[in-house]
C-alpha cells in the first residue's frame, strides 16, 4: 500500500469565541484557528485536503496566537515546489467557504465532495451562512467535481470517511503513512475536542463536540468514534499543526 506525507500549510485564519470549536465550553473566551490546506505528498498525484481561504489576514498578532505563518494560496504551495494549475486532486472535508476559497485556481484537479455538501452549498439554511456557492460554480461548471455518497477510497492508501458531526456531508481523511494511519476530521475540533479537560471528564463526557454542528449528541457520538478511526487523529483547526512541516511528528 503507498504511505504519504501529511504537510499543514495555513491558508487564513479565524478570530472568534472558543465556544465555537468547544460545545458549552469556553464562550467569552477569545481564540483564534488556523484553516489549513493539507498537502499530501507521495504516490504519482498531487493531493490536496481543503484549499483555504483566497485572501487570508496576515498579521504579526495572527501569526503569534497560532505559532506559524499564514501563507497565500500560492505561497503555500510553493513550499513544496507546486503551483495551484499542478494539482491533481482536491478531497474536500466539507463546503464551508473557508475550506474552498481557491478550488477554481486548481484547474486541472478532480475535486471530491459529499453530494449533501453540494446540495447545502446550493440551498442553504439561512443558518449556515458559511455556504457560499459562488467558490464552487467554477469548478462545477468545468465538469471538475466528482460527487460521492458514501466512504470512498480516493487512491489507494486515502480514504474519505462520511463524519457528519459538523455539516451534513462532512468527510474526514484517513491516510496511510509510515508512522501509522492518520485522520484528518471532517469537522471543526481543535485538540481540545479530543481531550477535555478534567473538569469537562469530571462531568462523563469523553469528548467535546465542535460549537457548530448538525446535532450535539450525534456529533458528540461521530467524535468519539472518530478517535479510534485512526492511529493518529488530527482535528481540523488545531494551532499546534501551524507550527509544524509534517505531522505527525
Not at 28 to 53: A, C, F, H, N, R
Not at 113 to 130: Q, S
Request: proline share 6%; hydrophobic share 35%; glycine share 8%.
Amino acid at each position: 500500500m503507498n504511505t504519504y506525507k501529511i504537510h499543514p500549510i495555513v491558508m487564513g485564519t479565524k478570530v472568534f469565541d472558543k465556544g465555537m470549536m468547544t460545545y458549552q465550553h469556553g464562550y467569552g473566551t477569545p481564540y483564534t484557528i488556523p484553516i489549513y490546506t493539507w498537502y499530501i505528498e507521495g504516490g504519482d498525484k498531487k493531493i490536496l485536503v481543503d484549499t483555504g481561504e483566497m485572501h487570508p489576514i496576515v498579521s504579526e498578532e495572527r501569526e503569534k496566537a497560532i505559532g506559524g505563518k499564514i501563507h497565500t494560496f500560492e505561497e503555500g504551495l510553493a513550499k513544496y515546489g507546486l503551483t495551484p494549475e499542478d494539482i491533481d486532486i482536491v478531497i474536500h472535508t466539507h463546503l464551508h467557504n473557508d475550506h474552498c476559497e481557491n478550488d477554481y485556481k486548481c484547474v486541472n484537479a478532480r475535486i471530491y465532495v459529499h453530494e449533501k455538501e453540494l446540495e447545502h452549498i446550493h440551498n442553504p439554511h439561512p443558518l449556515d451562512f458559511r455556504y457560499l456557492e459562488d467558490y464552487i460554480e467554477d469548478v462545477e461548471d468545468n465538469g471538475q467535481l466528482v460527487v460521492v455518497d458514501r466512504d470512498t477510497e480516493v487512491v489507494p492508501g486515502i480514504t474519505m470517511i462520511h463524519t457528519p458531526a459538523h455539516t451534513a456531508g462532512g468527510m474526514s481523511v484517513k491516510i496511510e503513512t509510515d508512522k501509522g494511519s492518520v485522520l484528518i476530521c471532517g469537522f471543526c475540533t481543535i485538540l481540545e475536542n479530543l481531550n477535555p479537560p478534567m473538569e469537562v471528564k469530571a462531568m462523563e463526557m469523553e469528548v467535546i463536540p465542535p460549537g457548530t454542528h448538525t446535532n450535539a449528541q450525534d456529533a458528540y457520538d461521530i467524535l468519539l468514534r472518530a478517535k479510534d478511526m485512526a492511529d493518529f487523529v488530527l482535528p481540523l483547526h488545531e494551532p499546534k499543526w501551524a507550527s509544524m512541516e509534517t505531522v505527525p511528528e
